[in-house]
């Protein structure tokens, strides 16, 4: 089995979503556009590190689906994000405060950690680079509203940066946020996970691909605050057995896939 964060966050947010998804192949339609531009912008902060046009690559990407019938929130549209996109592009090359030496190596970064019983976690982390001359791992996010960044230290408690710390060894970690407001806002959140944190996060990953191995799949559920994971889950229309519900939001690829820890791209 190889497992990745995003594999290992959905079966510790319900097991029964994480058979729906990973082992009968029920995938949430991609329909959202905020989510299909940020990673258009990604692919654009990518060729700014290499040098090219990030602005054009960024319109060609987009561009791609601008007849595509997706979901824009109130007040979003096609020319908004991608006006939104050139800005925060602008600001991030003018503001200058994260380096990434080896472009080639350091972006998109695949790591490989063996577990136990011949199981393998694997990641790709959005960068290895400097941000204000320390180096750290590196993610990007794109969002229409700021990061909380308060209290002091909550960074630290991210499980995907956790998890980005615990198989590359790196104790620094970083969040650069692309706020899509007007005017564009970039967040420069850093953090320092311990080795005790990462310690903890190892025991967690073989816990949980010892229950997943064991087939231990039991439902989550929960539809009051704060346990109201149904409310926002794309299996939804499975557990109700709502064929509108099922129609509306998944689509199927029969059968478990040997690379479904692809997801770790596109999260
Ligand atoms: S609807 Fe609820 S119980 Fe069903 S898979 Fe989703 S989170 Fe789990």
């Known amino acids: 089995m190889i497992l990745s964060h995003t594999q290992l966050g959905s079966y510790l947010r319900c097991?029964?979503?994480?058979?729906?998804?990973?082992?009968?192949?029920?995938?949430?339609k991609e329909t959202r556009a905020a989510m299909v531009f940020g990673r258009c912008f990604e692919k654009a902060l990518t060729a700014l590190f290499r040098q090219e046009d990030p602005g054009a690559?960024?319109?060609?990407?987009?561009?791609v689906f601008r007849e595509a019938s997706l979901e824009y929130k109130k007040g979003e549209s096609w020319d908004r994000l991608m006006h939104q996109g050139v800005h925060l592009l602008e600001r991030f090359v003018r503001e200058n405060r994260i380096r990434i030496r080896a472009p080639q190596y350091d972006l998109q970064v695949k790591m490989i950690r063996d577990l136990q019983a011949g199981h393998e976690f694997v990641a790709y982390l959005d960068a290895i680079g400097e941000l204000d001359g320390q180096r750290c791992i590196i993610d990007w996010k794109t969002t229409a509203s700021r990061y909380p960044e308060d209290p002091d230290g909550l960074l630290s408690l991210d499980p995907q940066l956790i998890c980005y710390s615990w198989i590359s060894g790196i104790p620094e970690v970083a969040l650069v946020v692309f706020v899509r407001k007007d005017p564009p806002e970039i967040q420069y959140l850093k953090a320092t996970i311990s080795e005790e944190k990462r310690r903890e996060f190892g025991r967690l990953v073989e816990t949980t691909a010892a229950q997943i191995a064991s087939a231990e799949f039991p439902a989550h559920s929960g539809i009051r605050f704060p346990q109201n994971a149904c409310v926002s889950c794309a299996h939804l229309g499975l557990c109700l057995n709502n064929q509108q519900l099922i129609a509306a939001n998944l689509i199927r690829n029969p059968g478990a896939c040997s690379l479904d820890w692809l997801d770790e791209l596109v999260d």
């Open 57 to 63: 690559t960024l319109s060609r990407e987009w561009s």
């Open 15 to 28: 097991p029964r979503s994480y058979r729906y998804r990973y082992l009968d192949g029920w995938r949430e």
